[in-house]
């Protein structure tokens, strides 16, 4: 008979316990028990769940956003717009409850501003080869300032009653959940079988290891850039309606420096500032990892200035450690 084992090619290399323990992932699980560890022991309401319910409010709607940030970043591109997408869509949003519509016709405004905007920052950036990170530096500029001329100093604070009770009440009640957050494990689930378990999500991986070689393959690689520089738009604009639902008013400000935590829960989830590397359950535990973080701080009255060099370091970290372990590594070998 005749041995075709040597034949056979596996889908993915074998794994000792080594290589598991090792994994980013669960260096992040290990991270994330401490924190909870830590908090627990800071604050005794740090583990009632109506707190941990409320703390889910602070970032769901960046977390829906670094859900299409670290596709982008796998392929080797990067949105800094996206905060500004969300200064944009509210603004639109705004304009949408002034002329009097509905729940329904507000978050399709959102979606369809954010779909508009990752749209044309696609163009720009495929359509004419164009730097990822300048091109949505500039758009980045162009939408917030579109939202402060028109706003100045103003702001829309009429939104109809069951618009903004979609964000402020609970979905479901045991355990209490918010619609937001609600809807970001969802998306979890979907754009983790999507990267991981289909044929699209290995051409992404292609695309970020060697575009070239992907092009070569037959990969279109500037199509499934635009798409996804769309899908970034359009998680934006969801996420500027949850936002502006739940203050229940449109600012310049609205979201700013959102761009800045995003890249940070991305590059903290293991996905590769340089592409090709990385996994989404490893950006979801980082989401909770940053989330915890800053709720225990709060609880503990830390000063938001404080917190946010914790999480400055922290990002400095993520894409910092990963490169010093692989030379001291290959120092050794």
Request: net charge neutral; with cysteine; hydrophobic share 55%.
């Amino acid at each position: 008979m005749t041995d075709t084992a040597r034949y056979q090619v596996l889908d993915r290399a074998p794994r000792t316990l080594a290589d598991r323990l090792l994994r980013w992932e669960t260096i992040l699980c290990l991270l994330l028990a401490a924190v909870i560890v830590v908090n627990a022991l800071g604050s005794p309401y740090f583990l009632d769940l109506y707190n941990l319910s409320d703390m889910t409010q602070n970032f769901s709607e960046k977390a829906i956003i670094a859900l299409g940030m670290a596709l982008l970043i796998l392929t080797r591109e990067i949105d800094l717009s996206v905060a500004a997408i969300v200064a944009l869509a509210s603004l639109a949003i705004g304009y949408g409850a002034q002329a009097g519509y509905g729940p329904v016709m507000l978050i399709a405004i959102g979606l369809g501003v954010g779909i508009v905007c990752g749209a044309f920052n696609g163009w720009l950036v495929t359509g004419f080869g164009l730097p990822s990170i300048v091109v949505t530096i500039g758009t980045m500029s162009l939408y917030r300032g579109i939202a402060q001329v028109v706003l100045g100093d103003q702001a829309i604070t009429t939104y109809p009653e069951d618009y903004t009770n979609l964000a402020q009440l609970y979905i479901v009640q045991e355990p209490p959940l918010y619609l937001a957050f609600i809807l970001f494990l969802v998306l979890a689930v979907v754009f983790t079988v999507v990267l991981h378990f289909t044929v699209w999500g290995r051409m992404l991986y292609a695309i970020g290891n060697n575009p070239v070689a992907a092009r070569f393959s037959g990969i279109p690689v500037n199509r499934i850039r635009f798409l996804i520089f769309v899908l970034t738009g359009l998680l934006s604009g969801l996420a500027s309606a949850l936002l502006t639902a739940r203050i229940g008013s449109t600012r310049p400000n609205i979201a700013l420096g959102w761009e800045l935590e995003v890249v940070t829960m991305v590059v903290l989830g293991g996905i590769s500032i340089a592409g090709g590397s990385g996994t989404m359950p490893g950006v979801v535990i980082a989401v909770f990892v940053l989330g915890l973080t800053t709720f225990g701080l709060t609880l503990i009255n830390v000063p938001g200035i404080v917190i946010a060099v914790i999480l400055g370091v922290l990002l400095v970290a993520a894409i910092a450690l990963p490169i010093i372990v692989r030379r001291v590594l290959g120092l050794r070998g």
